[in-house]
């Protein structure tokens, strides 16, 4: 199994030399790299923000004790985990220490396997704080398509090349393609991508709106088309004018509707209900399915006109499946999303959590994702897909092979490693432990470009 605990610096800090020498050698000889001090001014003098590694203090210290030396440290850098080593008469002190932010204390005497437990789950905390500020101050340097629709694998590039090729035209798009792969998000990225992004963004999910109001909400009304109406109601068409309507689940649209869209389509003009004025438009519109439309028009339920003026420009949405090298990442940024809404800390994502994840089928595709992202954040980290609805004997051992799923799970770990260090292939195999033959093998056979995951 690889080890991917972060094994970043140490700065250990004791007045008694003893002390100093015995976790130096138990640390280092657990990959650690140390360096030892008797003073916590000496400390303080190397720390500054962003500091990538974790500090290890005695409490009882001449001149400054470990108590103000944490003080001074989060003043510093907030985020450094610092552990405090305390005699037992210490423990009360350690306890409230901890309340004001210690990561952990350690009471003297302590064996070696304690002390690299502590440091190591204090250097995984670090690491997964380090990923979550890199991931949001990535996302910040990001725009239009990459902030929206995250990841790196093949099918997400082909989607993002096939948004950007059609976004600034006025072609109407069709976009086919399961629940939960976001279309929506696609529609939404076309509209920010294209010279309409000032004008409304206007979204109706069809499947939704009762039958009877499909019209009106569609096409508005004039005062007194209504028993009791005084009111002039601007439709949703008419409103998305110089913008784009977007019209979700497409394929429930009743039929005496589908001859009014086509109108629309072709004309470019409404009439509100109770006018006789045609009213001009500039309008895009895009819309979604997760049916097969044909089928559809076979069957009576879709007009066969309507179809083919809508199917000019087709994008489909992968389904999740087919793209699980990206889970890791997607996984970790929903993750993160969650303990920002929620107010909570964001979980350690172990090992084991993630290649269940890759291993997963994803039926409800990236929506399903999020919401496990969700559970896994409100649960403290448990297992998100442990639901039996959810094991993998019930879902991808059907869909793939063995040898398929070793792949997605090795390309989605190495493409997590290069992500992580931002493209830098002798960090990623300090992370991986593997040759560099190994891993330069295995980004060809996975078609892995290390430029992708280079910071802009």
Known sequence: MVDYTYKGPVLFIDDELHIRLSAK????????????????????????????????????MPAMDGLSFMEAAHNIDKDVPIILITGHGDVTMAVQAMRDGAYDFIEKPFPSELLIDVASRAMEKLSLLRENRELREKLRNQSGIDTTLLGKSQPLDHLRKLIANVANTDTDILIMGETGTGKELVARCLHDSSSRHSGHFVAVNCGAMPENLFESELFGYEPGTFPGNNTRRIGKIEYSSGGTLFLDEIETLPL????????????????????????????????????????????????????????????????????KEDIPLLFQHFAQEAAERF??????IRLSQTESLINHDWPGNVRELKNAAERFVLSDGQNPLTDKSLRLSDTSSTQQSLPERVEAFEKGLIMQALDKTHGSIKDALDILNIPRKTLSDKMKKYQIDRIDFISK
């Open 25 to 60: 050698q138990t640390l280092e000889l657990a990959g650690f790299d140390v360096v030892c001090l008797e003073r916590a001014e000496d400390a303080l003098k190397q720390l500054e923000q962003g500091w990538p590694g974790i500090m290890i203090s005695d409490i009882k």
């Open 256 to 323: 005496p509707l589908q001859v009014k869209l086509l109108r629309v389509l072709q004309e470019r003009s409404i009439e509100r209900l109770g006018s006789n004025t045609v009213i001009p438009l500039n309008l895009r519109i895009v819309v979604a399915t997760k049916a097969d439309l044909l089928e559809e028009v076979e069957k009576g339920n879709f007009r066969e006109d309507l179809y083919y003026r809508l199917c000019g420009v087709m994008i489909p949405t992968p389904a999740l499946r087919t793209w």
């Open 343 to 348: 107010h909570r800390d964001l979980p350690e």
